[in-house]
């Protein structure tokens, strides 16, 4: 089974263990985790959270309680990714530097974004499909495009669909 060294509190769901590779991370209560996800070393998702199907969640990754990663969500945590040295030798765990990312309670991602390494998401943030987010994201905000930038403001009740946000995506 691809689910190995895990800790997975009660409630969560892993909805194909036969489809997803998950090792030495944490999954909160109630979380859900769907087919075709890596859940790596190291990685914390909080307390009903929502990882969709086709995301990457890399060692360093920490997710408060409530998240929503939509469907091919990809995060880094290599600045400098590379295979080799300066020398020319393939490149093990001692010759890069993890940086972590952090997503506030109650953020969602939208599908296919990718998040570059050591940032910060604020809590209730919202990330558009397909954004590209390079720099923090500020508790509460909506950002979108490549790269990501501020939109507007998510208000209690607004979901990736209300009429606010597509007229704000216009």
């Not at 765990?93 to 050591?118: F, K, Q, R």
């Not at 604020?122 to 490549?146: I, K, S």
């Amino acid at each position: 089974m691809p689910v190995t060294n895990c800790r997975i509190a009660p409630g969560a769901r892993i909805t194909h263990p036969e489809l997803v590779n998950l090792y030495g991370c944490e999954i909160g209560e109630e979380s859900r985790v769907g087919p075709f996800v890596e859940i790596q070393s190291g990685c914390r998702v909080g307390a009903r959270c929502k990882v969709s199907s086709h995301a990457f969640l890399c060692e360093g990754v920490r997710l408060e309680d409530g998240v929503f990663i939509g469907h091919g969500v990809m995060f880094t945590n290599d600045r400098y990714p590379a295979s080799v040295t300066p020398e020319g030798a393939l490149k093990g765990p001692d010759d890069w530097e993890c940086e972590p990312t952090h997503v506030g309670a109650g953020a969602a991602i939208g599908s296919n974004a990718t998040i570059l390494c050591g940032l910060r998401i604020g809590a209730g943030a919202l990330v558009g499909a397909g954004a590209v987010v390079t720099r923090d994201v500020a508790p509460g905000t909506v950002v979108a495009g490549v790269p990501a930038r501020p939109i507007g403001a998510r208000r209690e009740g607004d979901t990736p669909l209300s009429a606010r946000l597509r007229e704000v995506l216009r």
